[in-house]
């Protein structure tokens, strides 16, 4: 087992990757930039390094300046946690060129599946059932537009390097085809440094599912169930929860066997999650794989109880998976909110500033995940999520029931949050039977999606 990991991020999943490491007695290491100085990490962490400005570009995605960190202070392993460098593979590559474990799956793996474009086409040959769209990269509008008439509209436009709702387009006809897609990949070349696209089939009112899978290096893949990540904005997920309701434990069984089927398509080794779209048919579609730990894992813990973090570096120790496929239940059911600074009435307008006053909730089945605390300074320059408010009940109502109670007593003063966004969310008659897809936002909040 490592004696010592860095935590190549931030915020709230630094934390929770601090926490399974003490409990794990492995010593800590935070980097952290000049604008969080003073965040909860640097505080929880054995050891803490300034890496740079506040600027990312500058310290968290600057892989020299972390890699010497990790080299000077003698760490072990960098785990990732999600955004940043998690599913960069060069820096994964470098990482194995200084003889420092990676906690996630190889570089090769990463660039095949983390490229969108390049993972669709390796699940087509493995027998996964796609999105119908184009299999090889697209470049240009020109070349985009006579695919998209093949196609058939709506179509969707996607950058192969995207994520995060980052480069993504609805094109419903020719006429406003070229200027979405040139607009995509401005954002993708802005976001990824990449021009690559690709284009698919638009399935319209879908249900967002994910599976959950851990892979060993030992060719051990179990999945833990599924996500309902349906709930969102402009892409974005905003509330999640698992499992989904609405779908049969048949439909359940083979969505989890094709997530475990990809997996070991491309040799997949530690966490990742297979996303997939459901269309009013109970069709599924492949969409993309992510190969890091999600924003959402805590509803998946909820119901399983299973530690995805410390399953996550015992694997990248070199052992074997803790649990086999039939060792894995679901019990009751689980909903996260990401609670964030911004303004909802405001078109979400980021809100960084002086947390003046926190109180955070608490009771049977309620968790929560943060890194801010009272006179805390949120800067700007990073994501505005503030905290995730988990909560578990035996049923989806009485979850519900909980997570409602539990946003009542969440009080963050000095900024603005979305609390009472979720919290209208929670109490949508749509919501609360489960009548939830990828357009209920727009369709019943319109308000907020100018």
Request: with cysteine; glycine share 8%; proline share 4%.
């Amino acid at each position: 087992m490592f004696d010592k990991i860095l935590i190549a991020n931030r915020g709230e999943i630094a934390v929770r990757i601090i926490r399974a490491c003490r409990e794990m007695g492995i010593k800590t290491v935070a980097v952290y930039s000049e604008a969080d100085r003073d965040s909860l990490h640097t505080m929880l962490a054995d050891e803490a390094i300034c890496i740079g400005p506040a600027a990312s570009s500058q310290s968290y995605l600057n892989m020299e300046r972390i890699l010497t960190a990790c080299v000077a202070i003698k760490a072990d392993a960098i785990h990732p946690g999600f955004g940043f460098l998690s599913e960069n593979a060069r820096f994964a590559e470098l990482c194995e060129k200084c003889k420092i474990t990676f906690i996630g799956p190889s570089a090769q793996i990463i660039h095949r599946m983390g490229n969108k474009s390049e993972a669709r086409k390796t699940m087509m040959e493995a027998g996964v059932p796609v999105v119908p769209g184009t299999k090889e990269p697209v470049y240009t509008a020109e070349e985009g537009l006579a695919l998209a008439e093949d196609i058939g509209y709506p179509v969707m436009i996607k950058a192969s390097s995207g994520g995060g709702g980052k480069g993504m387009r609805i094109s419903r006809s020719r006429e406003d085809f070229e200027e979405n897609f040139k607009n995509a990949q401005l954002e993708s070349m802005k976001g990824f440094s990449d021009d690559t696209m690709y284009i698919e089939k638009y399935i319209e009112k879908p249900k967002h599912i994910e599976f959950q899978i851990m892979a060993d290096k030992f060719g051990n893949v179990v999945h833990l169930g599924e996500r309902d990540c349906s709930i969102q904005r402009r892409h974005q997920k905003v509330l999640e929860e698992s499992p989904c309701h609405q779908i049969s434990e048949k439909l359940r069984r083979e969505m989890g066997q094709v997530a475990v089927k990809a997996a070991k398509a491309v040799g997949y080794e530690n966490a990742g999650t297979i996303e997939f779209l459901l269309d009013k048919d109970q069709k599924f579609y492949f969409m993309e794989m992510n190969t890091r730990i999600q924003v959402e894992h805590p509803v998946t813990e909820m119901v399983t109880g299973l530690d995805l973090i410390k399953e996550q570096i015992r694997v990248a120790a070199g052992e074997a998976l803790s649990v086999e496929q039939e060792d894995i239940h679901i019990f009751g059911h689980a909903i996260e909110c990401r609670i964030n600074a911004e303004n909802p009435a405001k078109n979400f307008m980021p809100c960084p500033g002086k947390i003046t006053n926190i109180h955070l909730p608490g009771g049977n089945g309620v968790r929560v995940d943060t890194h801010i605390y009272s006179d805390h300074q949120i800067p700007p320059n990073y994501d505005s999520m503030l905290l995730k408010l988990i909560v578990h009940g035996k049923d989806r109502m009485e979850a519900i029931a909980k997570m409602r109670s539990a946003l009542g007593e969440l009080i963050i003063e000095g900024i603005d949050t979305n609390i009472d966004f979720q919290y209208d969310i929670l109490n949508h008659p749509a919501f609360q039977k489960g009548e939830t897809d990828t357009d209920l936002i727009p369709r019943y909040f319109p308000q907020y999606c100018r």
